[in-house]
């Protein structure tokens, strides 16, 4: 392992305003995805018409 | 085409993939956080640090795998778009639907660590060199395909057209690929090739693909949870959706 300590994992030898932006971005851009999908979903669920009411309660 | 045992065009119908798709996308989903996350570890934990780059080359486990999944999932947009044309199809532009944003966030994403990788390497965010500039060209073909579909209200003509720009903007992905033979550029060539041994260290190489992998594996579950949305969208007058119990 290349790290002594956390400061120095966060430092990333200097270059740690260039690492971590680029991993936060892909996890964020992943994470939103996820979320945007799950919010699309649910709207996508609403919207179909409900036609038996037994079954309907449980869309 | 019939391969033997499995009769491949039942799944050709919404109705049969709506339900196939949800029984899938926990497994792939599972799939991605596993070689996402040992993928990062070894990365960051066991690969040392490079000699030349220091640890700014750390940025490669993340931009690589994006930027192979920008074109890969380019090529598999552009084939189901050819497929529905040729066959006209429904469930296949709707494939090509379900895939095109992640593509365009992996674009995005190759091009925004690109930049961070290369202000520090480099010493520019930005060359219109032929890797950097075919890839934005890239995004916006992705961009493109999804804006024409949206702005067309008939839904056959709105896959029919964002089909059509899809298969041709292909053409950009073998520029992006061989750009770096192709031109002099500043980007350095490919990372690993299929006939060339590899110029950075195992250790490297094997973060790099798995973290490929799980990006592989993540787009496969959220393009086919799109899929799924887009089935709801589209069919939701159908009286097979309105039956649907969904969970």
């Excluded at chain 2, 693909?209 to 969208?233: D, K, N």
């Amino acid at each position: 392992m290349a790290w002594g300590s956390l400061s120095e994992f966060l430092m990333m030898g200097g270059y740690g305003l260039y690492v971590w932006p680029s991993i936060g971005a892909t996890a964020l851009s992943m994470g939103w995805e996820v979320l945007a999908l799950r919010r699309r979903r649910a709207t996508a669920v609403r919207s179909v018409p409900q036609q038996r009411t037994v079954e309907g309660k449980q869309r | 085409m019939k391969l033997p045992g499995i009769n491949w065009f039942r799944f050709s119908s919404p109705q049969a993939l709506y339900p196939l798709a949800g029984s899938l996308i926990p497994w792939f989903a599972f799939a991605a956080v596993l070689f996402i996350v040992i993928g990062l570890y070894i990365g960051f934990f066991v690969a040392p640090t490079d000699f030349q780059q220091g640890d700014a080359y750390r940025i490669i486990f993340v931009h690589v795998p994006a930027a192979w999944m920008s074109m890969f999932l380019y090529v598999v947009m552009a084939g189901w778009a050819a497929l529905g044309l040729g066959l006209k199809v429904r469930p296949s532009f709707m494939m090509a639907q379900a895939v095109a944003p992640t593509g365009a966030m992996f674009t995005f994403l190759a091009l925004l660590t690109g930049s961070l990788w290369g202000k520090p390497t480099w010493g520019t965010w930005w060359v219109w060199d032929a890797r950097l500039t075919s890839e934005l060209i890239l995004l916006f073909l992705y961009l493109g395909t999804i804006l024409l579909h949206a702005a067309i209200d008939d839904p056959r003509r709105a896959d029919r057209a964002s089909a059509v720009f899809a298969v041709v903007g292909v053409v950009n992905v073998p520029i992006i690929y061989f750009s770096v033979q192709w031109w002099n550029t500043l980007h350095q060539g490919a990372s690993i090739s299929a006939t060339v041994a590899p110029k950075m260290a195992a250790i490297m190489v094997a973060g790099m693909l798995l973290v490929a992998v799980g990006f592989w594996m993540y787009s496969i579950a959220v393009a086919l949870t799109r899929l799924r949305c887009v089935v709801l969208e589209r069919e939701r007058h159908a009286s097979w959706v309105q039956e649907l119990k969904v969970g």
